[in-house]
């Protein structure tokens, strides 16, 4: 049986990815973030891991990179998962790490299975195919730090235009009361009130 190593830190996303991969015939691990995976893994190295881009502690790019510095595991195909990190430039970082896909969410199940499914052939057939080499630790962290901060300036400007449409929503409501001072009570006659005992 084949076992697949999820990373993961939102628990509703790792039951439902659990439960697509065991109902599909995998037996599943699971780890919140990098650090645990990489304990899961070499406790017991799984045929393939799954991981999140943005976790805590140790996020999917660090994981990958010491995925990758790491003999044993690094025989193991890396596949990222993300709903966070879209861009070309994540992908290509995650790609120049050593991963071998780099999937954006939502993707449709059989879709999903179906690129494990390639990865984990090319994978037999030509055991860690075109494995990147690994990149120099200024490289890593000047790259990482980019899509953290491209990240964070996405983040930023998502919550400044949901300030503004906060307070527009603020200003309607304040007017609709200043344009009608005097109080109004709106009845339905159809509903029947309580009578006294």
């Avoid at 109902?23 to 304990?39: K, M």
Wanted: charged share 20%.
């Amino acid at each position: 049986m084949i076992h697949v190593l999820i990373v993961e830190d939102n628990e509703p996303s790792r039951y439902l990815l659990k439960a697509l991969l065991e109902g599909s015939g995998y037996r599943v691990t699971q780890a919140a973030n990098g650090i645990e995976a990489l304990a899961a893994a070499r406790l017991e190295p799984p045929d393939i891991v799954v991981s999140d881009a943005l976790m805590p502690q140790m996020d999917g790019f660090d994981l990958c990179r010491a995925w990758m510095q790491d003999e044993k595991l690094r025989v193991i195909p890396f596949v990222f998962y993300s709903a966070t990190y879209t861009s070309p430039e994540d992908a290509q970082l995650a790609l120049s790490l050593g991963a071998v896909r780099y999937l954006i969410k939502p993707v449709e199940p059989q879709q999903f299975l179906a690129t494990l499914q390639t990865v984990l052939m090319e994978w037999a057939a030509h055991p860690a195919p075109n494995q990147a080499a690994p990149l120099a630790e200024p490289d890593f962290k000047a790259r990482h730090d980019m899509a953290l901060a491209c990240k964070l300036d996405h983040k930023m400007a998502q919550l400044a235009e949901a300030n503004l449409k906060l307070g527009q929503s603020e200003r309607n409501y304040r007017q609709l009361f200043e344009d009608n001072p005097l109080p109004m009570w709106v009845c339905d006659h159809m509903t029947r009130w309580p009578t006294p005992a």
